[in-house]
């Protein structure tokens, strides 16, 4: 899986590290950001996924529906501006992979849902409880083919290698999170490993796929898959913060989901190498051996506050969006620049 | 989905129709004529399914183990012999190809017995009752996007997409079975789309890639396409056959799966239509209504038998075994056309 430093080039104009913008207003200049390309994006996932099999567009309408942020989509959308690709009338090269980037997204949400027996999905039921998994399993799998499609269309090999990389990275991601289930040996790099994998890979490619189409040349490239890989570590590391941290409202999601699944995430093993003998029996108990009892929630949930497991996971994503923000030092300063930067900021600041 | 005419050139060689070798020996003669190029490909299969991440090789080793008659990518390398592709030293296209073919294969597999909730696979343990169905929907998606690297390692556009298409194809006959599943009021129309999306595209594009790589003219793409086709339908045809006609023992999986599953094949549309009026109510509580009793099986033989269905379906195979054959008449006779010819015959020699 790929590096994580951010590129040190000859010549580097310094991100501000406080944004004129931050939180929920971040996203709200993405989308203004691009929003005609946004519009363009919607409607060519709506077209692309259609199929006389009935049950294909049903399915998938259930999970565009349920909305979601589009922040892969996004990415590419805006790392295209970034590097100046130059948009209609001059290309939509753009919005076609950026709708492969959400459909490979999709693939991975339905396939995931199946693999978690998840019930909730962005607050609403999640498409394998509504269809079950086996329209969940084959609609995934046609998205993924669908995308590739739709790279073979746009004809840039340099882009399909990038994207079938990252959709293997992503399947590796994911093996890895299951051989490391239950499991609390499980040490911080190779947690750090999977969620390269399973969300941060695609982060990366959607990125960098921006700066391929504007034909920038392979610092740039390497800049942007820099930012998107630190901007996804430092997501991933905030959703797992909020699985224990935030409520079910304002997440969509249920929480103490990855609890009753025995996910090894970086907020159980901090809570767990900083614990006593007596909490490690419970996190063993709970995690490894996945007996839990009433309670045993509320309890992990207030053995992580007593050992700061939250705060030095927040801390963690921290770094990481700062890296991610330094990588951008490479383009000159703008409106592009500065709100890629603050969205790596808004990624931090969802929670609390 | 892909027409199935076999095409019709200006001068053709006509195909013995009884061939020089059958049944059994045609696949035996398929081996022969490619053994070389067969070994390079299991030893690529092995190089490629290769990862990190610990589990994906032991879980797809599983596969690899319980053998098959890799006919698929048997296909694709006698397809490019027949076709003139030098083959090492003037390249090695046809081995990466027919290992992506493979790969593709096997992916389906893993996810059909997810989706089908299989016990058995090639009369072992499937992988899902060995590893789970998390591991096994997860390495499928692996071993997808592996694929699809291996193609962007090749380097064709044409070939990509050709298999892409494929891909998606297969995942809309798959979800198309879904949803004629219990449903009696399915077509033969209907249950021809299923097979040909699930199972004979993947064949089609296997047999297609071997004259792309070889640089022939679209004449000869599309009759090797169109053999692919015809031959995976008859492919189906025997296999749902089998599934009532075999016993546990020569077809290596479970007898009456099908029946069990309520899916709606040729064998029970054809016993359905032709049937009275009270062995179409059984056929509804069976199939329809999935109220299964002790016997129900042993009295859907029965009713195959005096319908003749078994005996229908296996007439449809030979047509299309026919059609396969047919469509090598643009290619001049020699070993490759003879054998592949046989391999038409053998597919629906299987049973009996």
């Known amino acids: 899986m790929g590096g994580l430093a951010s590129p040190r080039a000859a010549e580097t104009v310094p991100v501000p590290a406080t944004p004129a913008v931050g939180g929920e207003d971040a996203l709200t200049a993405l989308v203004d950001l691009v ?47 970034l590097c100046g690709y130059p948009g209609a009338p001059g290309g939509a090269r ?22 978690d027996e998840s019930q909730l999905r962005r607050g609403l039921a999640s498409a394998n409880a509504i269809f079950g998994n086996k329209a969940s399993v084959l609609v995934g799998d046609f998205l993924f083919a669908r995308a590739f499609q739709l790279m073979v269309d746009d004809g840039s090999l340099a882009v399909l290698r990038i994207l079938s990389r990252a959709a293997a990275t992503i399947a590796e991601g994911e093996v890895l999170q299951l051989q490391t289930q239950n499991d609390l040996s499980t040490t911080e790099d190779q947690y750090l490993e999977v969620i390269q994998g399973k969300t941060a890979a695609l982060f990366a490619a959607a990125c960098e796929v921006g700066a391929v189409i504007a034909n920038r040349p392979a610092r740039e490239q390497e800049a942007l898959a820099a930012f998107g890989m630190n901007l996804g570590i430092a997501f991933q590391l905030v959703d797992d913060a909020l699985d224990y941290a935030a409520n ?20 159980v093993l901090a809570a767990y190498q900083a614990g006593d003998e007596p909490e490690r029996v419970f996190w063993r108990r709970a995690i490894e051996d996945g007996a839990q009892n009433e309670g045993d929630l509320d309890r992990a949930l207030h053995l992580m506050e007593a050992r700061g497991a939250i705060e030095a996971t927040l801390a963690r994503a921290h770094g990481f969006a700062r890296a991610a923000r330094e990588a951008l030092s490479v383009f000159p300063d703008g409106p592009a620049r500065r709100i890629l930067a603050d969205v790596a900021d808004f990624t931090v600041s969802r929670v609390r």
Chains 1, 2 share one sequence.
């Open 35 to 81: 929003g005609d390309d946004l519009q363009a994006c919607n409607r060519a996932i709506v077209a692309r996924m259609d199929s006389p099999v009935a049950l294909i567009p049903q399915l998938a309408a259930h999970i565009v529906a349920a909305g979601g942020k589009r922040l892969r989509p996004l990415l590419t959308l805006a790392s295209a501006r």
């Open 248 to 267: 079910q409202a304002t997440l969509g999601k249920t929480v103490g989901d990855d609890f009753r699944e025995g996910k090894v995430t970086l907020p």
């Open 94 to 115: 753009h919005i076609d992979l950026a709708t492969c980037v959400e459909f490979i997204h999709t693939a991975t949400l339905l396939h995931d849902d199946v693999v």
